[in-house]
């Protein structure tokens, strides 16, 4: 029912995205990124399914997953999902899950998602990635598109409301850290972020320790990059702390590589349509990293 659908819809699509890209075989775009290209797109306020599917072409998605949330008799939710090809809108198959709370329906709607696709589905709750409360998520959820609209106070904001009632809530602490201005509270918050990963998926848990890395000056970032690289080629977190991190090992031209790579994938940073720019980092270390081997004319390029 309405109730239902306005209450729980957005918290379902970021736990049912986080949920499925627990599993390795298969490729998922980012809520954070669906919200980027909406922006980009001018369509952010578009809620409806037309403004998912235009973002998640733009993200290069050959499938969607469609979903719709009832609230049945006694408390009881009802899931159906179904997945969409984007290139002819045929519709694969049809899942109807029923459940007590929306971890429960997530947990069983990833399961039968996966099991359509022929791999295995991921260990654990969903809920062990993230919180069991699902007034946190709330929280975090709002926080997340308000990050992703540049509000970044309000997010912050949303994101604190989230750890207070759940101060193991890991993703509230990241996002948080990374909504904060000051360096300061900054490092106080990724260190925070830091102490929680273990409750992440996998993917999370080294994007939070190589931001904790970097600001520590930690020998660890340089293998925890190469780690993120590897994994998880699609995202560009791995290729800049792989850059950062062999110039500070003094590899400076073997860094230099990687940081091209994170301004190349990060495009919409430098159109200035994200909240942390990632391609802007990469090209200052580009400019220091140039400077160092006494390319003067590169760094002047760079700059």
């Known amino acids: 029912n309405d109730s239902a659908q306005s209450s729980l819809?957005?918290?379902?699509?970021?736990?049912?995205?986080?949920?499925?890209?627990?599993?390795?075989?298969?490729?998922v775009v980012s809520r954070g990124r669906m919200l980027e290209l909406m922006r980009a797109a001018g369509t952010m306020s578009d809620t409806s399914a037309g403004g998912f599917v235009n973002a998640a072409r733009l993200a290069g998605a050959t499938e969607m997953i469609d979903g719709t949330l009832y609230s049945r008799p006694g408390g009881q939710l009802r899931l159906d999902l179904r997945r969409v090809d984007l290139a002819t809108g045929a519709i694969g198959d049809v899942h109807t899950i029923e459940g007590n709370d929306l971890f429960a329906v997530v947990d069983s709607g990833t399961a039968r998602v996966v099991a359509s696709l022929g791999v295995a589905a991921p260990q654990g709750s969903v809920a062990d990635v993230?919180?069991?409360?699902?007034?946190?998520?709330?929280?975090?959820?709002?926080?997340?598109?308000?990050?992703y609209r540049g509000e970044i106070a309000s997010a912050r904001n949303f994101f604190d409301a989230?750890?207070?009632?759940?101060?193991?809530?890991?993703?509230?602490?990241?996002?948080?850290?990374?909504?904060?201005?000051?360096?300061?509270?900054?490092?106080?918050?990724?260190?925070?972020?830091?102490?929680?990963?273990?409750r992440t998926s996998d993917r999370e848990r080294l994007v939070i320790l190589a931001g904790w890395a970097n600001i520590q000056s930690s020998p660890a970032l340089t293998a925890i990059a190469d780690t993120l690289v590897t994994r998880y080629p699609d995202d560009v977190h791995g290729y800049l702390y792989t850059g950062m991190a062999r110039v500070l090992d003094g590899d400076v031209l073997a860094g230099i590589v990687p940081l091209q790579r994170a301004v190349a994938m990060d495009s919409l940073g430098l159109r200035g349509e994200r909240p942390r720019c990632s391609a802007c980092d990469a090209l200052a270390w580009l400019v220091g990293a140039y400077i160092s081997i006494d390319s003067l004319p590169a760094a002047e390029r760079e700059a």
């Open 130 to 147: 993230t919180t069991r409360s699902i007034t946190a998520y709330r929280m975090y959820e709002q926080g997340i598109r308000a990050y």
């Open 162 to 198: 989230a750890l207070a009632e759940d101060s193991l809530f890991a993703l509230a602490a990241y996002y948080g850290a990374q909504s904060e201005p000051d360096g300061t509270r900054y490092a106080e918050r990724i260190t925070r972020a830091m102490r929680l990963a273990t």
């Open 9 to 27: 819809t957005a918290p379902l699509t970021d736990l049912l995205t986080t949920s499925l890209a627990r599993v390795p075989n298969i490729r």
